[in-house]
């Protein structure tokens, strides 16, 4: 099957640094999305790596690495409002279908 | 730029009956797809539509269906309803050209008693 593999909660203090981890399948991996997604709200797309390496947007960057079939979420300089659940998402042999993880959610406390 | 809408917001339905769900996209996005999120099963797959076409589909029974129309509205319908429909169902749109970047509707929550 297609599955993916992130921590199910996360606990940080404001202002310091947090690593969310995805580890996925790889037979006919395409690419890998980071979604946010507060209570009671909709998912909204956070960032994309195709390639090896890391995509810095602002204080959240996503890493990738196709040899180790891992991926992970960075969040610097945490805020209370980065309180949420985060899903890394896949899409596999080119489909246009994403699969999403059953999300970690992270709690920051002051 | 309008976001993503669904209609309607919240549904409360009877076991047996069915249900029409509603998706209008961003203006000038081609594809729209359909999740089901759940607390258990999290954020499931249901089916991708561009240009009026299927193009992929998640592994739900035959009850769940869908299309989408020439303006690129998309409706899903969900027949014979059981108490496991009950879930939020989301629809997202994206230009078609790749899936990664999609942008979410706030929902329909659907109650099946």
């Known amino acids: 099957g297609q599955s993916l593999e992130q921590p199910s909660e996360v606990t940080a203090v404001e202002g310091a640094i947090v690593q969310i981890n995805c580890t996925y399948q790889?037979?006919?991996?395409?690419?890998l999305s980071w979604y946010q997604q507060h209570d009671g709200g909709a998912p909204t797309f956070l960032s994309y790596?195709?390639?090896?390496g890391l995509e810095e947007t602002g204080r959240f960057s996503s890493f990738l690495s196709r040899s180790d079939s891992y991926g992970y979420l960075l969040l610097q300089e945490l805020q209370m409002k980065d309180s949420a659940s985060y899903f890394c998402?896949?899409?596999?042999?080119?489909?246009?279908?994403?699969?999403f993880g059953s999300g970690t959610r992270l709690l920051v406390r002051p | 730029k309008a976001g993503v809408t669904q209609t309607p917001r919240y549904l409360i339905k009877t076991r047996g009956q069915q249900v029409t769900l509603s998706c209008s996209p961003i203006?000038?996005?081609?594809?729209v797809s359909w999740y089901q999120q759940t607390p258990g099963q999290g954020l499931q797959f249901l089916f991708e539509?561009?240009?009026?076409?299927?193009?992929n589909k998640g592994n739900f029974p035959g009850r769940f269906s869908g299309r989408q129309f020439s303006n690129s509205r998309s409706e899903m319908n969900v027949s014979t309803l059981e108490l496991g429909d009950s879930a939020l169902y989301l629809c997202?749109?994206?230009?078609?050209?790749?899936?990664?970047?999609?942008?979410f509707g706030p929902g329909t929550r659907l109650t099946v008693t």
């Open positions: 997202a749109s994206s230009l078609g050209d790749s899936p990664y970047e999609q942008y």
């Open positions: 790889t037979s006919g991996f395409y690419g």
């Open positions: 790596n195709g390639l090896d």
């Open positions: 998402a896949v899409s596999y042999d080119s489909s246009y279908k994403l699969i």
């Open positions: 203006s000038g996005h081609r594809s």
């Open positions: 539509y561009f240009s009026e076409t299927q193009r």
